[in-house]
Every structure is written in structure tokens, then in C-alpha cells.
């Protein structure tokens, strides 16, 4: 299958810093990345979608100005965390949209676990 | 929106056994199913899919059963073994639309040797 990699896997930052997520895809090219936040025990929640060369759409709820995506080309896409705060604290997941048609699918990165002080 | 629903939310069984997961979706439109197993502190990893075009799809001790007029789709695990102890995930969504996964709540398996 596809390989996605996330970049850090934990990170434990202080309250009002930023954080950068990275999230590749290593042997395919994507042009659509999907970023998702997991509480412990809960189901994924899908944040936005990242579109390569174009704005990232966000879900309802989730605010655009600190949840910053950038998909500057087609095998990266960037999540910033921007004035952390406690509750952001999450396991913060991507995926990348790999094949078309009947071979259309995701296959996610192995997460970054987010810690804010 | 879409809205699926996953049961049972644990499930116990013993080495050997069969494990079965059940799944229902709200919106007829959608035609992909992905099933997902995540480990603790791990992304998921896909394991199988189906489409509607297709109504069941087997993959070794793996198989997916999908019903488009109920509106459900299942995941069987059969000869189970302690390392499909693990976290299952369904989803739904509609393909041509972005393929946007919408996720079940997760059944949490524990497969006791």
C-alpha cells in the first residue's frame, strides 16, 4: 500500500506557542490530504482538506485561522497549530487520497501526538 | 450529512472465534466503504473496502459484507488471532464528492489467546 509519513510523531509545546505538523506522502503524489483529530477513545474527526495549490477546506466548527494548511506541493501538506492552548491537545492525524475510480482511497500517516503545557 | 453508525463498541472473543462488526450509514449516496484498524498510538491502517457495486469482498481471514437497501455493511474476521486485537474503524463516503470519510465510533477487539 501507499506510505505516509507525519512528521513529529510528539511534540509537548507551551501555551500561546505554534506548531508545525508535516504529513508526506513518500511513493505517490496527492493531490487532496485530509487532516483529522482523534481524542483518547473517540472516533477521527475529519478537520479539513487540504487541496494542493488551492485553499484547504475546513469543517464546520473547526477554525480556520488557528488550524493553518498549507499544500504547497503534491506530496506535503502542513497542519500549524497556531496560540496552542490546552485543549488543543489531541493525536492529530493526516491521509492522503491516493488512485481514482474503483482505486480511489486513504491511507493515513501515523499521527502526531500534541501536548500543550 | 452522512452519519454511520458502528456496533458493538467492544467486542470479546476468543482466539479462533469469529468476530463480526456491524456498521448502517444514512445517506444512500454514498458508494465507498473502507474498513480501518488503528493500534494504540498508531494511524489506521486500512484493511479492506468495498464499493457499492459489489456486495461482499473477501480477503484471507478478512471479508466485507455490504447491503445497499439497508443501508449497512459488515466486517468478519474469521480464525481470529491475538494481533487483530486492535481498535476497527468503519466509514462511508461518496466517492465523486471528495471522498470525505465520515468514521464510526470504533469497536475496540480484544482477542484472548
Known amino acids: 500500500g501507499a506510505v505516509v509519513s507525519q512528521h513529529p510523531s510528539r511534540v509537548i509545546c507551551k501555551s500561546g506557542t505554534s506548531v508545525k505538523i508535516e504529513c508526506r506522502s513518500l511513493?505517490?503524489?496527492?493531490?487532496?490530504m485530509f487532516w483529522y483529530r482523534q481524542f483518547p477513545k473517540q472516533s477521527l474527526m475529519l478537520m479539513a482538506t487540504?487541496?494542493?495549490?488551492?485553499?484547504?477546506t475546513y469543517e464546520q466548527g473547526v477554525e480556520k485561522d488557528k488550524f493553518l494548511i498549507n499544500h504547497a506541493s503534491l506530496t506535503l501538506s502542513t497542519l500549524t497549530v497556531t496560540s496552542a492552548h490546552p485543549e488543543d491537545s489531541s493525536f492529530y492525524i493526516c491521509?492522503?487520497?491516493w488512485g481514482q475510480g474503483i482505486t480511489d482511497t486513504q491511507y493515513f500517516g501515523p499521527g502526531t501526538r500534541l501536548t500543550v503545557l | 450529512g452522512e452519519n454511520v453508525e458502528q456496533h458493538p463498541s467492544t467486542l470479546s472473543v476468543q482466539e479462533g472465534d469469529s468476530a463480526v462488526i456491524k456498521c448502517t450509514y444514512s445517506?444512500?449516496?454514498?458508494?465507498?466503504f473502507p474498513w480501518y484498524k488503528q493500534e494504540l498510538g498508531k494511524g489506521p491502517q486500512l484493511i479492506i473496502d468495498?464499493?457499492?457495486?459489489?456486495g461482499e469482498k473477501k480477503d484471507q481471514r478478512i471479508a466485507v459484507t455490504l447491503n445497499k437497501t439497508a443501508k449497512h455493511f459488515s466486517l468478519h474476521i474469521t480464525e481470529t488471532q491475538p494481533e487483530d486485537s486492535a481498535v476497527y474503524f468503519c466509514?462511508?463516503?461518496?466517492?465523486?464528492?471528495?471522498?470525505?470519510?465520515?468514521f464510526g465510533g470504533g469497536t475496540r477487539v480484544l482477542v484472548k489467546p
Open positions: 511513493d505517490f503524489q496527492a493531490t487532496t
Open positions: 445517506d444512500s449516496a454514498s458508494n465507498y
Open positions: 487540504s487541496n494542493e495549490g488551492s485553499k484547504a
Open positions: 491521509s492522503a487520497r
Open positions: 466509514a462511508a463516503s461518496i466517492q465523486a464528492a471528495g471522498n470525505k470519510l465520515t
Open positions: 468495498i464499493r457499492s457495486n459489489v
